[in-house]
């Protein structure tokens, strides 16, 4: 596995996590170009949660990775990486908290009514 490799399957949360931090690890001291965690990275990851493939303490841990891998750009998303690695400030990861970013993020409606508006 290449180091961009491994940076994909660590920013997608894959199946190949062990052998990421593996290379990840070992290449640490390498030249690398910047990549950046975009909104719709996340809330594939998210989603992860949300179809219970990955439980709160593996997305909280994968949250605390992303933010301090240098080769990763999380400008665009840091506000959602504090949150969830600050759950004892921001209020904890559950289905509904991890619901309401995952619309943020897709611009889907937060809120549901009866009523519609026009």
């Avoid at 439980?55 to 240098?70: C, M, P, R």
Wanted: glycine letters at 4%; proline letters at 1%; hydrophobic letters at 40%.
């Amino acid at each position: 596995m290449t180091f961009d490799q491994a940076l994909n399957q660590l920013m997608c949360h894959g199946d190949k996590l062990s052998e990421a931090f593996q290379v990840l690890a070992r290449d640490s001291s390498n030249a690398f170009s910047t990549r950046c965690l975009s909104k719709q990275q996340l809330a594939t990851v998210l989603e992860l949660y949300l179809s219970q493939q990955i439980d709160d303490d593996d997305l909280t841990l994968w949250a605390q990775i992303i933010e301090n891998q240098a080769a990763i750009d999380t400008y665009e998303v840091e506000d959602y990486l504090y949150a969830l690695t600050n759950a004892e400030m921001m209020g904890e990861v559950s289905h509904d908290t991890i619901t309401k970013m995952v619309n943020l993020l897709t611009g889907s409606p937060t809120c549901l009514s009866g009523s519609q508006h026009e």
